[in-house]
């Protein structure tokens, strides 16, 4: 195809700048063979946008090319700080090349100069023959070429620059760019610049005195400026003039360039559809691959679907649109808040979506100055209320539990949930990718989203949604819900290939949304007062443990500095080096000092110091700041769609990192009290992994051992060291369960050593008399390892599965790293599905028995309920039945159960 309007743009794309930026910005996507695509998607993400705005122009990518530029002559340190590519990136290069050429559009690669001069002469040439140019960049030096006809856009930051733009970005406009990178230098290319001068002095300098030849000119006009440093800059300036010159030339973008083409040879040819089906094959972009089925070419890689975005602020429209959403088979929605924090969170607007393209943002209460009248508050929730709990009108949302909580506090209870795009992304592949909606609609539709810092700026000027104008946030907020309508019928499909996968969605992620939100909602109550007690404490053993660290040293260092702790430990006290940084100092990692605590006194001092330290400033000092000033009490996050294995997280606060082997630990469970006439129970599942080993391994001797109710760590023992049960000694009742701990998460001989303090010799003695024991389990793992590498992946017992990319990679370590996930993970997984089905099971107990106990807590393999006293006897009875009918193996599963005052009491 040639170009048929000679005033449509040629755009010049700056591949070499969105190669790396795509590679750094973007989630680490790969295919399920572990080829990286990040990069990939993200540059032709990028193209395949510029195509559809502009279907008339040109679109001509430049690259660097491989060697040293006329720069590295003048400045043997130009860009030389630079680390080597990451291999990552680098074998993405071939492909993005290849589907550039299969677009049919220009690439350009000239030796000797970089893109950035390339791109340079190509755009004056066009502005002086009358055409308009649009440089497609994410480098400020580009500025510099910005003129009447000229204008930079960075697709990433959806941000547009002409000479007004330049001079309001960056202080000064275009002419004086090169002056600017001049006196600041550019950290990214290792220009030096003048010493001293950043950006705040650059441009008082240029502001004020014009270019870099008049500031040379005049260097006593600068003292008056009245600066801070003013008076003796001029000196520093006068000293340094040199570098400055120099850094003017290295600045200045070479727009002569000798090239054999001229912006009138350039044009977009025919795209070879095969070829690109096959590239699209190879790295797995279904969603460009069904879009080049049964359309035109052209259509199929510019996008050519308009979109329809409404912003509603009339009541008919709003009447238009909530009957759409009533006759629609299933809509999505999202809503637009001030805040993440879902208990204090304000609505600011909800926006729709009932068919791919078209949807609409209702804004409700924007409130900076100047803001358009919007619909009434009250009369449109009210009018929602019944269609948002309607369980027959079916919705899908991406992250619906944050919603489900913003429609909570103002009296709505969310019905009806069909699907949640994030959890459909993470049922099919929890590895592939984030699951957050930028990255699934890079993944799964192509298309790079406008990300919420575009509109609200960044940092601590960065807006809440009720501070952006509602021009630029309704198109943001609209788009929400149309990529979630469309993710959901992407994913959806695919999920419906494959049963098992569907089967973990519908009857676990999804049952399971609505009882983590009840969970975050009813919360937990926190005994400020013990939590300042214990701080006090807290802080009073780091000034002993210090103290004792200054007496081991022989003198004053500040424990919470790496460097002077390096100092003393590898300098003074001339302790060996185990282990360096990346940059080759030497480590004081937590693996290193517990190695070094071995023989010496101080690294054992630094970790207890570390241990304490991390207690107060996690837990005793921050938690009472979590209390929600209207509920008195502390509500986590949990996080579905993040661990690989199934487990839940959570965070704000982070339950599951509390730990209940020190003191001072279980003191902080102390903390999380019962209200006056409750109860807290505390029920966890003894030995999960291992009784599901037993399961999925089919081990007689293990089989056998929990089916007697036998104490497995001392069955093994005995096993091992070839004792009777009863003369087990505790020490060996230690390494028989550092053993059967250590190989359910795939531990070899080597790793059992370093846990147990024994030689290594004596760790494989045990590994193999442990086979010797328990066949069934080596079969299981050489089993497992050999099912993971055929297909790729490995599978819980309820079919959630997860992919291992570098299952047959041809670096040792990372195989041997997925080999022992392989092993690891099916336990893992099913665990987390046993407690997950658990917990659905429990909140639907509760509902049906009318009771008033809550569910407050889930960590790890225990479940924490707040219940009323006259409760207590038939939720103790009715916990444990449930929990421990969540499975069925061929071992018990069985579930211990504590009652009490507080956490710790009933764990």
Do not use: C
Request: aromatic share 6%; no cysteine.
């Amino acid at each position: 195809m040639t170009n048929k309007n000679t005033q449509a743009p040629l755009i010049l794309v700056d591949g070499s700048s969105y190669l790396y930026r795509a590679f750094h910005a973007l989630p680490p996507l790969t295919t399920s063979s572990g080829k990286p695509t990040g990069a990939v998607r993200g540059v032709i993400a990028m193209l395949r946008r510029h195509l559809k705005e502009h279907p008339d122009s040109t679109v001509a990518v430049v690259f660097d090319a491989k060697g040293k530029t006329f720069r590295d002559e003048l400045y043997a340190d130009y860009k030389s700080h630079r680390p080597p590519m990451p291999d990552e990136l680098r074998e993405q290069i071939q492909p993005i090349h290849d589907i550039i050429d299969a677009m049919g559009l220009p690439r350009l690669v000239v030796e000797g100069v970089e893109a950035d001069d390339v791109i340079g002469t190509l755009a004056l040439e066009a502005q002086r023959q009358g055409q308009a140019v649009i440089i497609s960049t994410g480098d400020k030096d580009m500025a510099q070429l910005v003129r009447p006809g000229i204008t930079l856009v960075n697709t990433m930051s959806n941000t547009e620059l002409d000479v007004e733009g330049v001079r309001e970005k960056y202080g000064v406009g275009p002419e004086l760019i090169i002056d600017f990178l001049a006196l600041m230098g550019d950290k990214s290319d290792n220009i030096p610049g003048v010493p001293g001068v950043g950006q705040k002095t650059a441009l008082a300098l240029l502001q004020n005195l014009g270019s870099l030849k008049d500031i040379y000119a005049d260097l006593d006009a600068i003292a008056p400026l009245g600066f801070r440093g003013a008076k003796t800059l001029g000196k520093k300036m006068a000293e340094h003039r040199e570098a400055a010159e120099l850094s003017y030339k290295l600045a200045t973008i070479k727009t002569d360039v000798d090239l054999q083409l001229h912006p009138q040879d350039l044009h977009n040819a025919e795209p070879d559809i095969d070829r690109l089906i096959a590239l699209f094959e190879t790295l797995e972009f279904r969603g460009w691959l069904e879009e080049l089925s049964g359309e035109s070419a052209q259509e199929a890689m510019a996008e050519a679907v308009e979109r329809e975005y409404a912003i509603v602020t009339e009541m008919a429209e709003f009447d238009a649109w909530l009957q759409k959403l009533k006759e629609a088979e299933i809509f999505a929605f999202d809503t637009e808040t001030t805040s993440l924090n879902y208990m204090q969170a304000k609505l600011v607007g909800l926006s729709f979506a009932v068919e791919p393209y078209k949807a609409a943002y209702v804004p409700l209460a924007h409130d900076y100055m100047g803001a358009p009248a919007q619909l009434p508050f009250d009369e449109v929730l009210a009018k929602l209320k019944p269609l948002l709990e309607d369980e027959n009108h079916k919705k899908v949302g991406q992250n619906l539990k944050y919603d489900s909580h913003i429609l909570a506090n103002y009296g709505i209870e969310l019905r009806g949930i069909a699907r949640d795009t994030m959890l459909e992304s993470y049922v099919l592949d929890s590895t592939g990718s984030r699951h957050d909606m930028d990255s699934l609609a890079l993944k799964y539709l192509g298309e790079q989203t406008v990300h919420y810092e575009d509109i609200a700026g960044k940092g601590a000027k960065q807006l809440t949604f009720n501070q952006i104008e509602v021009d630029k946030a309704g198109p943001y907020a609209a788009e929400d819900a149309d990529i979630t309508l469309r993710l959901h019928q992407e994913l959806s499909p695919r999920l419906a290939r494959e049963p098992s996968l569907e089967k973990v969605l519908d009857e676990i992620e999804m049952p399971l949304l609505p009882v983590l939100a009840r969970m975050e909602r009813n919360g937990t109550y926190i005994d400020a007062k013990m939590l300042a007690a214990q701080s006090a404490e807290l802080e009073q053993k780091m000034r002993e443990v210090e103290q004792r660290a200054f007496e081991e040293a022989g003198e004053e260092f500040n424990l919470g500095s790496t460097k002077q702790l390096g100092a003393i430990l590898f300098d003074k006290l001339q302790i060996p080096v185990i282990k360096k940084t990346p940059k080759g100092a030497p480590s004081t990692a937590e693996p290193v000092l517990q190695e070094l605590a071995h023989s010496h006194a101080l690294p054992a001092l630094i970790m207890e110091y570390r241990g304490l330290a991390k207690l107060k400033n996690t837990y005793t000092d921050k938690l009472p700041q979590m209390i929600d000033p209207a509920t008195g009490r502390v509500h986590t996050s949990y996080h579905q769609a993040v661990t690989a294995t199934g487990r839940l997280s959570s965070s704000d606060p982070n339950l599951q990192n509390i730990p209940i082997r020190t003191e001072e630990g279980r003191r902080i469970r102390q903390a999380f009290v019962a209200p006056a006439g409750s109860k807290i129970i505390a029920a966890d599942y003894s030995q999960i992994e291992l009784r599901i080993m037993a399961h999925l391994s089919g081990d007689k001797g293990l089989v056998e051992a929990f089916a007697a109710g036998q104490d497995i760590h001392r069955a093994t023992a005995a096993e091992v060291f070839e004792v009777a049960p009863e003369a087990v000694t505790d020490e060996q009742r230690r390494r028989a369960k550092a053993i059967n701990f250590g190989l359910i998460y795939g531990m070899s001989a080597f790793g059992l050593a370093k846990q147990l303090d024994i030689p290594r010799a004596d760790a494989q003695q045990y590994v193999d008399l442990y086979f010797e024991r328990y066949p069934g389990v080596h079969a299981y793992m050489e089993n497992t390892r050999k099912q993971a590498s055929e297909q790729g992946y490995v599978e819980t017992l309820f079919g959630r599965r997860l992919y291992l990319p570098e299952i047959n990679s041809r670096n040792g370590a990372q195989r041997q790293a997925a080999e022992r996930t392989a092993i690891n993970a099916p336990m893992q997984g099913t665990a987390a599905d046993i407690i997950k089905r658990a917990m659905i099971a429990v909140d639907t107990w509760l509902a049906e028995q009318g009771l008033e106990t809550k569910l407050i807590m889930q960590v790890h393999d225990e479940l924490v309920l707040e219940v009323p006293e006259r409760e207590v006897e038939q939720v103790s009875t009715g916990i444990t039945e449930l929990m421990q009918s969540a499975a069925e193996l061929h071992v018990p599963l069985i579930a211990d159960l504590g009652v009490g005052d507080n956490w710790d009491q009933a764990h």
